[in-house]
C-alpha cells in the first residue's frame, strides 16, 4: 500500500457553494482501498455512507459530499493505494517498478542503432540519439560442462527493464563506462500486460 494525503478547499468540488453532492476527484493513480481512507472537513473526520461516499477508481477516485459543502471550507483526504497487487487495480508494472527496480535500479544510457544490410550481407550500424533508461543490470555467464563449439553460451550481462522502455536488437547500452549491445529482448506477461522486459547484453567495449 501506498499513503497519499491530499488539501483542497470546496471550490475543488462540482457544483456551487452550499451544494449538497458534491464531488471531489481525487489525484490517485492506482486504485485506491477503503481501508486507511479518512476524510477530513474543517479539521473534523466525516463518516462513510452518512456523510460522505466512495468510488474507488484505479485513477481519479471520487468523494460525494453528501451535506452541503461551501467553497472556502478545507478539506484533507488520506487514503491508501493498491500498487502492489496487479489485477486488483494497480497498474501493470508496479510490483517490478517499486521491487527490483526501485531497489537496485540505475540510470543507463541507451543508444538506439539502426542496422542496414547490403546485397552482400555486410552490415552498416547508425546510431541514433542518446535517452537515459532505468535498468536492473546482472551479470550472466552460463557455461556448460562440455567446451565445444555449439555448447557455449556466455552472455556478459541480462537487463531488467519496464515494460515501457524501448530496446531493439543491436541497440548499445552504456553504464559504468562500459558499453553492451542488445543481443535479445523478450517480455514477462502477467494476464495479456507486459509487467518487464529481459533483454541478453554482450560486452562490446569501454567508453
Known amino acids: 500500500m501506498e499513503a497519499q494525503t491530499e488539501n483542497y478547499t470546496g471550490a475543488d468540488c462540482t457544483g456551487a457553494s452550499g451544494d449538497s453532492n458534491r464531488v471531489l476527484t481525487l489525484a490517485n493513480t492506482d486504485k485506491t482501498v477503503q481501508s486507511g481512507l479518512l476524510v477530513f472537513v474543517s479539521g473534523l473526520s466525516i463518516s462513510l455512507t452518512s456523510e460522505y461516499t466512495v468510488t474507488h477508481n484505479s485513477t481519479a477516485s471520487e468523494i460525494t459530499f453528501l451535506n452541503p459543502l461551501w467553497d472556502d471550507t478545507n478539506i484533507i483526504v488520506t487514503y491508501n493505494q493498491n500498487v ?15 521491487g527490483p ?15 542496414i544490410t547490403d546485397y552482400s550481407g555486410n552490415k552498416t550500424y ?17 557455461k556448460y560442462d562440455l567446451d565445444k563449439s555449439g555448447l557455449n553460451k556466455n552472455y556478459d550481462m541480462m537487463a531488467f527493464v519496464g515494460p515501457n522502455v524501448t530496446l531493439n536488437k543491436y541497440d548499445k547500452i552504456t553504464y559504468d563506462s562500459k558499453v553492451y549491445r542488445v543481443d535479445s529482448v523478450s517480455t514477462r506477461d502477467f494476464n495479456g500486460t507486459t509487467i518487464f522486459k529481459i533483454t541478453m547484453l554482450f560486452y562490446v567495449e569501454d567508453e
Not at 496487479?86 to 510490483?95: K, L, N
Not at 527496480?101 to 542496422?115: E, N, Q
Not at 547508425?126 to 555467464?141: A, F, H, K, R
Request: hydrophobic fraction near 40%; glycine fraction near 12%; charge should be negative.
Open 84 to 98: 502492489d497487487t496487479v489485477g486488483s487495480g494497480a497498474s501493470a508494472g508496479s510490483d517490478f517498478t517499486l
Open 101 to 115: 527496480l526501485g531497489d537496485f535500479g540505475v540510470v543507463a544510457v541507451r543508444t538506439p542503432v539502426t542496422v
Open 126 to 142: 547508425t546510431d541514433g540519439t542518446d535517452e537515459d533508461i532505468n535498468i536492473v543490470l546482472q551479470p550472466y555467464n552460463v
